[in-house]
Protein backbone atom coordinates (compact mmCIF):
# COMPACT_ATOMS: atom_id res chain seq x y z
CA UNK A 1 0.00 0.00 0.00
CA UNK A 2 1.21 3.25 -1.06
CA UNK A 3 1.97 5.71 2.16
CA UNK A 4 0.19 9.41 2.36
CA UNK A 5 4.13 10.09 3.47
CA UNK A 6 5.72 9.19 -0.33
CA UNK A 7 2.50 11.24 -2.34
CA UNK A 8 4.41 14.21 -1.90
CA UNK A 9 7.98 13.00 -3.14
CA UNK A 10 6.08 11.26 -6.02
CA UNK A 11 4.17 14.72 -7.02
CA UNK A 12 8.09 16.59 -6.93
CA UNK A 13 9.55 13.70 -9.52
CA UNK A 14 5.92 14.08 -11.74
CA UNK A 15 6.28 18.14 -11.64
CA UNK A 16 10.14 17.93 -12.00
CA UNK A 17 9.94 15.42 -15.16
CA UNK A 18 7.17 17.67 -16.63
CA UNK A 19 9.77 21.05 -16.17
CA UNK A 20 12.34 18.93 -17.78
CA UNK A 21 10.06 18.71 -20.91
CA UNK A 22 9.02 14.63 -20.34
CA UNK A 23 5.54 13.63 -20.93
CA UNK A 24 4.25 11.19 -18.08
CA UNK A 25 3.93 9.02 -21.31
CA UNK A 26 7.19 8.72 -21.85
CA UNK A 27 8.78 5.04 -21.81
CA UNK A 28 10.67 4.09 -18.81
CA UNK A 29 14.29 4.04 -19.44
CA UNK A 30 14.96 -0.13 -20.85
CA UNK A 31 11.62 0.41 -22.98
CA UNK A 32 12.34 -2.44 -25.80
CA UNK A 33 11.37 -0.47 -29.06
CA UNK A 34 11.04 -2.14 -32.17
CA UNK A 35 11.65 0.15 -35.55
CA UNK A 36 10.21 -1.22 -38.72
CA UNK A 37 12.54 0.22 -41.91
CA UNK A 38 10.48 2.63 -43.31
CA UNK A 39 8.72 2.20 -46.46
CA UNK A 40 7.96 4.32 -49.80
CA UNK A 41 4.09 5.26 -49.36
CA UNK A 42 1.69 4.45 -51.93
CA UNK A 43 1.63 8.31 -53.21
CA UNK A 44 5.33 9.17 -52.80
CA UNK A 45 6.12 11.85 -55.09
CA UNK A 46 10.38 11.80 -55.69
CA UNK A 47 12.21 14.47 -57.73
CA UNK A 48 15.81 15.69 -58.22
CA UNK A 49 17.16 12.48 -56.86
CA UNK A 50 19.36 9.91 -57.89
CA UNK A 51 19.59 7.82 -55.07
CA UNK A 52 17.41 4.80 -54.29
CA UNK A 53 14.39 5.53 -52.55
CA UNK A 54 14.06 2.73 -50.32
CA UNK A 55 17.57 3.37 -48.52
CA UNK A 56 16.05 6.45 -47.18
CA UNK A 57 13.50 4.94 -45.29
CA UNK A 58 16.24 2.06 -43.78
CA UNK A 59 18.67 4.74 -43.17
CA UNK A 60 15.84 6.81 -41.33
CA UNK A 61 14.76 3.49 -39.38
CA UNK A 62 18.62 3.35 -38.35
CA UNK A 63 19.23 6.81 -36.95
CA UNK A 64 16.16 6.72 -35.07
CA UNK A 65 17.33 4.29 -32.96
CA UNK A 66 20.61 5.81 -32.69
CA UNK A 67 18.78 8.45 -31.23
CA UNK A 68 16.68 6.56 -28.74
CA UNK A 69 19.62 4.75 -27.87
CA UNK A 70 21.23 7.59 -27.11
CA UNK A 71 22.50 7.93 -23.16
CA UNK A 72 21.51 4.37 -22.89
CA UNK A 73 17.46 5.57 -22.22
CA UNK A 74 16.04 3.11 -24.60
CA UNK A 75 16.56 -0.71 -25.68
CA UNK A 76 16.06 0.10 -29.70
CA UNK A 77 16.77 -2.19 -32.63
CA UNK A 78 15.85 -2.06 -36.27
CA UNK A 79 13.86 -5.10 -37.10
CA UNK A 80 15.21 -7.31 -40.23
CA UNK A 81 13.36 -7.05 -43.22
CA UNK A 82 10.62 -9.50 -43.23
CA UNK A 83 11.30 -10.06 -39.45
CA UNK A 84 8.01 -9.91 -37.32
CA UNK A 85 8.71 -7.08 -34.61
CA UNK A 86 9.42 -7.12 -31.07
CA UNK A 87 9.14 -5.23 -28.88
CA UNK A 88 7.21 -3.51 -26.15
CA UNK A 89 6.49 -0.23 -28.49
CA UNK A 90 6.71 -0.90 -32.74
CA UNK A 91 7.40 2.21 -34.71
CA UNK A 92 6.21 2.16 -38.31
CA UNK A 93 6.54 4.86 -41.12
CA UNK A 94 6.69 5.84 -44.59
CA UNK A 95 8.73 8.46 -46.52
CA UNK A 96 6.06 10.66 -48.39
CA UNK A 97 8.56 12.67 -50.11
CA UNK A 98 12.03 13.43 -51.49
CA UNK A 99 12.89 15.90 -53.24
CA UNK A 100 16.73 16.65 -53.56
CA UNK A 101 16.76 20.57 -54.95
CA UNK A 102 18.62 21.92 -57.00
CA UNK A 103 22.66 20.70 -56.24
CA UNK A 104 23.80 23.90 -58.29
CA UNK A 105 22.06 26.50 -57.01
CA UNK A 106 23.21 25.23 -53.63
CA UNK A 107 26.72 25.29 -54.59
CA UNK A 108 25.92 28.96 -56.38
CA UNK A 109 24.46 30.39 -52.91
CA UNK A 110 27.79 28.83 -50.58
CA UNK A 111 30.29 30.71 -53.24
CA UNK A 112 28.53 34.02 -52.98
CA UNK A 113 28.15 33.98 -49.46
CA UNK A 114 31.83 33.79 -49.40
CA UNK A 115 31.64 37.06 -50.56
CA UNK A 116 28.89 38.53 -49.46
CA UNK A 117 26.77 37.05 -46.40
CA UNK A 118 23.42 37.74 -47.91
CA UNK A 119 23.38 35.84 -51.07
CA UNK A 120 23.75 32.96 -48.99
CA UNK A 121 19.90 33.06 -48.89
CA UNK A 122 19.92 32.26 -52.54
CA UNK A 123 20.36 28.54 -51.32
CA UNK A 124 16.77 28.10 -49.75
CA UNK A 125 15.81 27.42 -52.96
CA UNK A 126 17.82 25.09 -53.87
CA UNK A 127 17.18 22.76 -50.60
CA UNK A 128 16.55 19.56 -50.66
CA UNK A 129 13.22 18.52 -48.91
CA UNK A 130 12.09 15.19 -46.67
CA UNK A 131 8.62 14.23 -45.87
CA UNK A 132 7.49 11.31 -43.38
CA UNK A 133 5.04 9.97 -41.42
CA UNK A 134 4.35 7.18 -39.08
CA UNK A 135 3.32 5.77 -35.83
CA UNK A 136 4.07 4.32 -32.65
CA UNK A 137 1.92 0.78 -31.05
CA UNK A 138 2.12 -0.88 -28.32
CA UNK A 139 3.19 -4.87 -28.52
CA UNK A 140 -0.77 -5.48 -28.36
CA UNK A 141 -1.43 -2.98 -31.19
CA UNK A 142 -3.20 -0.46 -29.62
CA UNK A 143 -2.18 3.04 -30.56
CA UNK A 144 0.76 5.61 -28.24
CA UNK A 145 1.21 8.26 -31.33
CA UNK A 146 1.19 9.12 -34.75
CA UNK A 147 3.72 11.68 -36.32
CA UNK A 148 4.78 13.27 -39.62
CA UNK A 149 6.97 16.26 -40.47
CA UNK A 150 9.25 17.58 -43.22
CA UNK A 151 12.91 18.96 -43.08
CA UNK A 152 15.29 20.67 -44.78
CA UNK A 153 18.77 19.32 -46.17
CA UNK A 154 21.84 20.87 -47.48
CA UNK A 155 24.93 19.16 -49.20
CA UNK A 156 27.14 19.40 -51.96
CA UNK A 157 25.11 16.34 -53.70
CA UNK A 158 21.59 15.60 -53.46
CA UNK A 159 21.96 12.25 -52.03
CA UNK A 160 24.27 14.64 -49.30
CA UNK A 161 21.43 17.26 -48.77
CA UNK A 162 19.09 14.28 -48.49
CA UNK A 163 20.92 12.42 -45.88
CA UNK A 164 21.17 15.68 -43.53
CA UNK A 165 17.54 15.80 -44.40
CA UNK A 166 17.60 12.48 -42.89
CA UNK A 167 19.11 13.13 -39.51
CA UNK A 168 17.12 16.19 -38.62
CA UNK A 169 13.59 13.89 -39.15
CA UNK A 170 15.53 11.27 -36.93
CA UNK A 171 16.55 13.36 -34.47
CA UNK A 172 12.85 15.14 -34.01
CA UNK A 173 11.31 11.28 -34.35
CA UNK A 174 13.32 10.17 -31.79
CA UNK A 175 12.90 12.93 -29.23
CA UNK A 176 9.14 12.39 -29.63
CA UNK A 177 9.35 9.09 -28.96
CA UNK A 178 11.63 9.32 -25.79
CA UNK A 179 9.54 12.38 -24.46
CA UNK A 180 6.28 10.60 -25.06
CA UNK A 181 4.78 14.07 -26.99
CA UNK A 182 4.26 13.59 -30.43
CA UNK A 183 3.30 15.77 -33.17
CA UNK A 184 1.93 16.01 -36.64
CA UNK A 185 0.06 12.82 -38.11
CA UNK A 186 -3.06 14.58 -39.30
CA UNK A 187 -3.44 16.23 -42.61
CA UNK A 188 -2.24 19.91 -42.70
CA UNK A 189 1.09 18.88 -41.14
CA UNK A 190 4.41 18.83 -42.80
CA UNK A 191 5.33 15.33 -44.06
CA UNK A 192 1.46 14.07 -43.91
CA UNK A 193 -0.24 12.22 -46.72
CA UNK A 194 -3.59 10.78 -46.64
CA UNK A 195 -4.06 7.07 -47.47
CA UNK A 196 -3.82 6.52 -51.36
CA UNK A 197 -7.10 5.75 -53.14
CA UNK A 198 -5.56 2.90 -54.59
CA UNK A 199 -5.75 1.21 -51.13
CA UNK A 200 -9.67 1.30 -51.10
CA UNK A 201 -10.45 -1.83 -53.61
CA UNK A 202 -7.89 -4.10 -51.29
CA UNK A 203 -10.30 -3.09 -47.93
CA UNK A 204 -13.31 -3.78 -50.03
CA UNK A 205 -12.20 -6.92 -51.01
CA UNK A 206 -11.43 -7.85 -46.96
CA UNK A 207 -14.74 -7.19 -46.02
CA UNK A 208 -16.57 -9.16 -48.61
CA UNK A 209 -13.90 -12.15 -47.80
CA UNK A 210 -15.45 -11.68 -44.27
CA UNK A 211 -18.75 -11.72 -45.08
CA UNK A 212 -18.34 -14.88 -47.36
CA UNK A 213 -16.75 -16.22 -44.13
CA UNK A 214 -19.91 -15.37 -42.13
CA UNK A 215 -22.58 -16.40 -44.61
CA UNK A 216 -20.85 -20.19 -44.52
CA UNK A 217 -20.77 -20.35 -40.70
CA UNK A 218 -24.83 -19.65 -40.77
CA UNK A 219 -25.28 -22.70 -43.63
CA UNK A 220 -23.10 -25.00 -41.36
CA UNK A 221 -24.94 -23.79 -38.16
CA UNK A 222 -28.11 -24.26 -40.11
CA UNK A 223 -29.53 -20.89 -39.92
CA UNK A 224 -30.15 -20.40 -43.80
CA UNK A 225 -30.71 -22.89 -45.99
CA UNK A 226 -28.70 -23.97 -49.37
CA UNK A 227 -31.15 -22.33 -51.49
CA UNK A 228 -30.67 -18.78 -49.28
CA UNK A 229 -27.07 -19.47 -48.57
CA UNK A 230 -26.37 -19.63 -52.56
CA UNK A 231 -27.92 -16.07 -53.31
CA UNK A 232 -26.15 -14.46 -50.74
CA UNK A 233 -23.05 -16.18 -52.15
CA UNK A 234 -23.76 -14.35 -55.39
CA UNK A 235 -24.66 -11.02 -54.07
CA UNK A 236 -21.45 -11.00 -52.25
CA UNK A 237 -19.24 -12.30 -55.05
CA UNK A 238 -20.80 -9.38 -57.73
CA UNK A 239 -19.45 -7.12 -54.82
CA UNK A 240 -16.11 -7.61 -55.70
Not at 42 to 52: A, L, T, Y
Not at 97 to 112: K, Q, S
Request: with cysteine.
Amino acid sequence: MLRLTALPTLLAVAVLGIACGRSPFAPPEGTKVAVVPFSLSRGISVQSFDGDPSQVGQSLAEQIVEQLREDNHLDAVVVPNGATPQGDLIVRGEITHINGGNTAVRVTAFAAGLVAWPFAFIGIAGRADLGSQGSVTRSDGTAVGGFSAEKHGDGWSQRHAIANATDSLAEEFGGMIKDGKYEGGHPGNDGYLAASAATEPAARQRTVSDRLQELDQLRTKGVISDEEYAAQRRRLIGEL
